[in-house]
Nanobody
Framework: VQLQASGGGSVQPGGSLRLSCAAS????????IGWFRQAPGKEREGVSC????????IYADSVKGRFTISRDNAKSTVYLQMNSLKPEDTAVYYC????????????????WGQGTLVTVSS
């Protein structure tokens, strides 16, 4: 059971990136997938989550209207489209899974990807 986060990079403010979270060894059909981020010197925070069955999505206030989470169960992949990026979005982004429903608490997730670095700077 493994999650692989990818798609990070360096962009200028206002730019876009799409992160991917690919699952191997299991299917995502019954899993909620959350994206979290951790900036240097700060605690890990929840960014977005998509639930399993009904696809309900939630977003942190700081990214609402700029980020979009989606899932492709056939590819066992969840995406995080990030637009209008700001310097304060700079962080290592992690994806994580838990059964069925989203949770805002990172401790509720039992499998984590390795993280992908997003840097927003001019």
């Amino acid at each position: 059971v493994q999650l692989q986060a990818s798609g990070g990079g360096s962009v200028q403010p206002g730019g876009s990136l799409r992160l991917s979270c690919a699952a191997s060894g299991f299917v995502l059909d019954y899993d909620a997938i959350g994206w979290f981020r951790q900036a240097p010197g700060k605690e890990r925070e929840g960014v977005s989550c998509i639930s399993s069955s009904d696809g309900v999505t939630i977003y942190a206030d700081s990214v609402k209207g700029r980020f979009t989470i989606s899932r492709d169960n056939a590819k066992s992949t969840v995406y995080l489209q990030m637009n209008s990026l700001k310097p304060e979005d700079t962080a290592v982004y992690y994806c994580a899974r838990r059964l069925l429903l989203c949770s805002g608490s990172s401790s509720d997730y039992d499998h984590w990807g390795q993280g992908t670095l997003v840097t927003v700077s001019s």
